[in-house]
């Protein structure tokens, strides 16, 4: 089934650890996207992709990196967790920037 | 700026009832406007969106919003809850201001009482 793929599913990390949460899709979508959601506060862009190759930084992007090495794959990487960062994490990917997004999973990440 | 307003963070409804779930939009050009639902413990399913074609837009599982542009709304409705409409649902704009990213509001949870 076409889709997006998170891994893992949840993850209960210490400070300071570095941490990569997975996303794959294979909907040879062009775009993609990192959010957090938070309680109350909707969700979040943290990182994007219009392209592979590209990258650029969303509303909430400190503390958090990412690359887009090719089409399918959109790794995200905490460098140093910190206990803010205790949340769930969303990939989305879509045709282009500005149609509809696809969503997957996500990952709960709980910072110790 | 753009920013999406959802003016009930709790609805709850009974079965067979209608649905009501409002939207308030803030956008400086012509909006895209989406409805998606989040089940628990799930990603987010798109229900519908508004691309500045017909003002009245129906989605899956019987929702339908209407784009009304004089009162900055898209609010979304269903003739007759169904036990599995319990969910949360977002309320999303994008414009070409800004550069088509999409904006969420904080949601609406949706409980449907038997």
């Known amino acids: 089934i076409a889709g997006i793929t998170q891994a893992p599913t949840s993850q209960i990390l210490a400070a300071g650890r570095r941490m990569t949460l997975r996303c794959t899709q294979d909907?040879?979508?062009?775009?993609m996207y990192w959010y957090r959601q938070d309680l109350g506060l909707g969700l979040r862009l943290i990182h994007y992709s219009n392209t592979a190759g590209t990258t650029g930084k969303g509303e909430v992007p400190d503390g958090y990196s990412v690359s887009r090495a090719n089409t399918d794959d959109f790794p995200l990487t905490l460098a140093s967790a910190v206990p803010s960062q205790t949340s769930v994490y969303f990939c989305?990917?879509?045709?282009?920037?500005?149609?509809?997004?696809?969503f997957g999973d996500g990952t709960r990440l709980s910072i110790l | 700026a753009q920013s999406v307003t959802q003016l009930d963070s709790h609805v709850s409804v009974s079965e067979g009832t209608p649905v009501l779930l409002r939207c308030n939009y803030s956008s400086s050009y012509s909006p895209s406007l989406f409805w998606y639902v989040q089940h628990p413990n799930k990603g987010l399913q798109l229900l519908l969106k508004y691309t500045s074609a017909a003002t009245l837009v129906k989605g899956i599982n019987g929702f339908e919003a209407e784009f009304k542009k004089s009162e900055t709304s898209f609010h979304l409705t269903k003739p007759s809850a169904h036990m599995s409409d319990a969910a949360e649902y977002f309320c999303?704009?994008?414009?070409?201001?800004?550069?088509?990213?999409?904006?969420f509001g904080t949601g609406t949870s949706l409980t449907v009482i038997p």
């Open positions: 999303v704009v994008s414009d070409q201001a800004s550069g088509n990213q999409f904006y």
């Open positions: 989305a990917s879509s045709r282009d920037r500005g149609q509809p997004q696809h």
């Open positions: 909907m040879r979508h062009n775009a």
